[in-house]
């Protein structure tokens, strides 16, 4: 075996491939690990929130084209761990139903190709391996789960309780978040998780966020089998002459280009990026792109439709740790409006540094300054559906194009106008209904819905399906036209839901582990009890 030749490459280290990574690490085989960026440096500007909120210091300076052809500078991170890195960690399992047909507002989400019973096994591995924080129950439109979370719950604040008792005299079941961070509230001088107002959105200085380079890449490479190179950046794969089997990973490494072979090459790149690699990798047998006979690749980009809603009222929100409610209450629909709407959660604690960088609109009588420390900072998700002209393409001198047209907006707004109620419902204890009277006016709100570069939710480029027409992947998110190529970032999505996504990409990845072990011959079971026991060390 030459050194250059591996049982599998992965490609990416984000939640999908960090957590691969990481569960095929102990089956002793050859597996190469190809990340295009490096460390997260660790330094006190991880924590600094103009450096990262408002000079995107973190962020790639890559940039790409809209579908107009103007330049787009992408809020993404390409980092081991990927994403991960600087995601809040609420990680949620989708719903039951968001695996079947729901008829929206703007159009029909579709059904999966897998069932949510399933994914179950795997949400299960996947919230024991990211420490998952959350209270089974609270959630009304919450899944059956076959054990309960590894951890409690992160308890609310002041603030954020008295929020939530006010939620439920309204009729609301607000719930829990769940988070992976690594916070042990019974022993908070031992807690590796500092409980900071610095994790939305920023790496952890403390490595105590449940990210995919801390929980998975970090203890993949402890195993001898396992080889990881950083800034390898994966520009393309060829096949063999029939077209059937990616043959070499051709890869961008200190300026020269080395290549490398495998059995198994997988791809995880984020939704996005994979998407492009495989439009690159096109040769005379995959002339529209590898694994796209089916001319899918690309297409049916969804990345939620997303805003942030502050809310300001006359009571200070000292919280800290402010990611720890949600309301699902209008997920499905009320009866008013008999479609979903979507999931409110909350962004990390904003500041006035940050509020600066979004340019809000000032609330009358306040300052920036005033207003972070007086708001609610919601954070509102509806489903975007999936739109074949919703796509990415390669444009001029090989940039990426992401071509988008929002969808099922009134769902959005719907969503908007119920916290808008429901904020006008709440009855402070200290101010009573003085302090949100005329407080929650229309122009109290400052709306932002989030642009599209901000393409952290992004997924369903590659989507997985029965069917080699419709889809570019089959059930085990191998490519329908390649026998040895998988997919396993948020692009085998064929819907994206209104949670965030990144459990069920982690998730998955282990599913799709599974089935790469009985295809390499190892059993499933020996490897994930060793690690069981690694782990519990
Ligand atoms: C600020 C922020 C907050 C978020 N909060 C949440 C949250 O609270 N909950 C949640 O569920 N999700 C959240 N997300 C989204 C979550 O991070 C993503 O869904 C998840 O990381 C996607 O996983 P992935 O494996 O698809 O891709 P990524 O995590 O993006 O990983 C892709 C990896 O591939 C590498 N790569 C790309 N191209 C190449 C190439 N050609 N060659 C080699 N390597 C390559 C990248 O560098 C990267 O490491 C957030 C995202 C952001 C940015
Ligand atoms: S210390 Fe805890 S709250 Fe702060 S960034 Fe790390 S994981 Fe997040």
Redo the contacts with the bound molecule.
């Keep these: 075996m030459s050194d250059n030749r591996y049982d599998v490459i992965i ?7 960090g957590t691969l990574a990481y569960h095929l690490a102990p089956t002793g085989k050859k597996i190469l690990i ?4 490096d460390y997260v440096p660790r330094e006190k500007a991880n924590w600094d929130p103009q450096l990262v909120n408002v000079d995107a210091h973190y962020n790639t300076k890559e940039s790409w084209l809209d579908k107009d052809g103007k330049d787009l500078h992408p ?10 890195k ?7 399992r989708l719903r039951k139903e968001d695996f079947g047909e729901l008829r929206h507002h703007g159009g029909v989400s579709p059904a999966w190709p897998i069932s949510y019973d399933d994914l179950e096994p795997y949400y299960t591995q996947a919230e024991n391996l990211y420490q998952v924080h959350g209270n089974r129950g609270e959630d009304p439109t919450e899944p059956p789960a076959n054990s309960p979370y590894p951890w409690p719950a992160v308890s609310h604040e002041p603030r954020i309780q008295q929020l939530s008792d006010d939620f439920t005299r309204s009729g609301l079941k607000p719930f829990h978040v769940p988070v992976g961070v690594m916070l042990d509230e019974r022993n908070p001088t031992k807690s590796r998780c500092i409980r900071c107002n610095t994790c ?2 920023f790496a952890c200085l403390v490595g105590a966020k449940s990210d ?1 380079q801390v929980v998975c890449v970090d203890e993949a490479v402890k195993y001898p089998n396992v080889t990881l190179l950083t800034k ?3 520009q393309r794969l060829d096949t063999d002459a029939g077209g059937r089997e990616v043959k070499r990973v051709i890869v961008e490494r200190n300026g020269q280009l080395e290549t490398y072979t495998a059995d198994i090459v997988v791809v ?4 996005i ?1 994979s998407a492009a ?1 495989l439009l690159r990798s096109a040769n005379d047998k995959h002339p529209r792109g590898l694994a796209n006979s089916s001319d899918i690749v690309g297409r049916h980009y969804m990345g939620h439709t997303n805003s942030v809603l502050m809310a300001i009222s006359k009571c200070p929100n000292p919280t800290i740790f402010q990611k720890t409610l949600g309301v699902n209450d209008f997920y499905f629909g009320s009866d008013d409006f008999p479609y979903p709407m979507g999931h409110i959660s909350f962004v990390g604690k904003l500041d006035a540094i940050t509020l600066k960088a979004g340019a809000p609109a000032i609330a009358p009588n306040f300052t920036l300054e005033l207003m972070a420390k007086h708001s609610l900072d919601f954070w509102l998700t509806s489903e975007d559906l999936p739109d074949p002209n919703n796509r990415v393409t390669i444009g001029r001198d090989g940039k990426i194009v992401l071509s988008y047209t929002p969808n099922n907006l009134e769902a959005h707004s719907r969503l908007q106008a119920k916290l808008k109620q429901a904020m006008k419902q709440t009855n402070c204890a200290m101010h009573g209904h003085e302090c949100h009277q005329g407080l929650f006016g229309r122009s109290l709100y400052v709306g932002q819905r989030i642009p599209l570069a901000g393409v ?2 992004q997924n369903g480029t590659i989507r997985f399906g029965h069917e080699p027409k419709t889809s570019a992947l089959d059930v085990n998110c191998k490519a329908h036209d390649l026998d040895n190529l998988y997919v396993v ?2 692009s085998f999505f064929p819907s994206s839901a209104a949670v ?4 069920t ?1 982690m998730a998955n990845a282990l599913r799709v582990g599974d089935h790469l072990k009985s295809r390499l011959g190892v059993s499933t079971e020996s490897t994930t009890s060793s690690q069981e026991v690694a782990l519990s060390r």
């Design positions: 490609i990416g280290t984000g939640a999908g491939g190809l990340e295009r960026g809020h993404t991170n390409y980092y081991v761990g990927g994403n991960t600087f995601y809040g960690a609420a990680l949620f939305d959105g995919a390898a950046l994966v995880s790149c984020g939704a990026n690699l952290a939710h970032d948020g965030n996504p990144a459990l990409i």
